[in-house]
């Protein structure tokens, strides 16, 4: 009886040990993750609204906003008719302009004024998957692309947005694109003094 006994007593605590974890695992590590999928969430709102109210309000807040909630400007080329040629421009400009591939995040870095916050070239369809071009990796034409820059920390250090803003008008003249802002509305100059400050 001993030894028939063990192996159902065993059974038994690893049945009740499995339904522990379980228990754990639903009460403790899915809140978790729903918490940080939620934070993950967030954000893009939160930048959407952010850059909505500045041109009702337009002398006070932009100063505030761009230091204070603003994490980086966002300007989208979308490319009218997307292809090998369009690529071929592509490279071409971003060589011009001294662009460097980050083979981490996949996308180019554009030095400009401050080499300590470089200008983001990402490909905006999909989001941030940039192939690297001036080595001639095969990929899909590319549709647009997204210009980013985070804010400078102080107003008087903006050198930055203004080479930022000069790319951008100039893709767009250069790629004769749809230039949109962050709320994905066309861009305008109100757009770019915003950006300025």
Do not use: C
Not at 79 to 105: C, V
Not at 119 to 125: D, G, L, R
């Amino acid at each position: 009886m001993d030894m028939t006994s063990l192996p159902v007593l065993l059974a038994f605590a690893s049945l009740l040990l499995g339904v522990v974890a379980a228990l754990i695992f639903i009460y403790v590590v899915m809140p978790k993750r729903r918490r940080a999928r939620e934070k993950a969430v967030e954000p893009t709102p939160t930048v959407a609204k952010d850059t909505t109210p500045p041109p009702a309000e337009e002398p006070p807040p932009p100063s505030t906003k761009r230091t204070g909630k603003v994490k980086q400007h966002s300007l989208f080329v979308i490319f009218n008719q997307p292809d090998a040629s369009t690529d071929a421009r592509l490279t071409e400009w971003l060589r011009e302009k001294g662009a460097h591939y980050d083979a981490i995040k996949k996308v180019f870095l554009i030095d400009g004024q401050q080499p300590s916050n470089p200008i983001t070239v990402a490909n905006a369809f999909p989001p941030g998957d940039m192939p690297d071009l001036l080595r001639g990796e095969t990929h899909e034409p590319i549709r647009g692309v997204s210009l980013l820059v985070k804010p400078p920390l102080h107003k008087r250090r903006n050198q930055q947005m203004h080479v930022y803003v000069e790319l951008a008008k100039e893709m767009n003249e250069t790629f004769s694109g749809d230039m949109l802002d962050a709320d994905r509305e066309p861009a305008s100059e109100s757009t770019y003094a915003q950006i300025i400050g």
